[in-house]
């Protein structure tokens, strides 16, 4: 397994932006297609961004797809979720994840590290 932890989370007003970083280590990043996931109070946790080893493909959920950017940088074993147009319905808990095997990469069971989580809080 890789060790995770997120960074960037914070309050920020609706409209305004954010940038989560989750560092990586233990084992060989680029090996691994890394996501990212959020749970607001009261909800399952879901799906919001992945990126694939080389981080040539990238997924994200409907919900996000235009306002937040994942990214990499194999190099600092780091994956980025850039946040732009936060809104309030964005309101949760940050998960980043890490996944060696498969190709579901929108679905919880496909990873097998996740870090701590990171709040993000986008008041109206």
């Known amino acids: 397994q890789v060790q995770l932890v997120e960074s960037g989370g914070g309050l920020v007003q609706a409209g305004g932006s954010l940038r989560l970083s989750c560092a990586a280590s233990?084992?060989?990043?680029?090996?691994?297609?890394m996501g990212w996931f959020r749970q607001a109070p009261g909800k399952e946790r879901e799906f919001v961004a992945a990126?694939?080893?080389?981080?040539?493909?990238?997924y994200y959920a409907d919900s996000v797809k235009g306002r937040f950017t994942i990214s990499r940088d194999n190099a600092k074993s780091t994956v980025y979720l850039q946040m732009n147009v936060l809104k309030p319905e964005d309101t949760a808990v940050y998960y980043c994840a890490a996944s060696e095997f498969g190709s579901r990469f929108r679905s919880k069971s496909q990873y097998d590290s996740w870090g701590q989580g990171t709040q993000v809080t986008v008041s109206s």
């Open positions: 233990g084992r060989t990043f680029s090996n691994y297609a």
């Open positions: 990126i694939s080893g080389s981080g040539a493909a990238t």
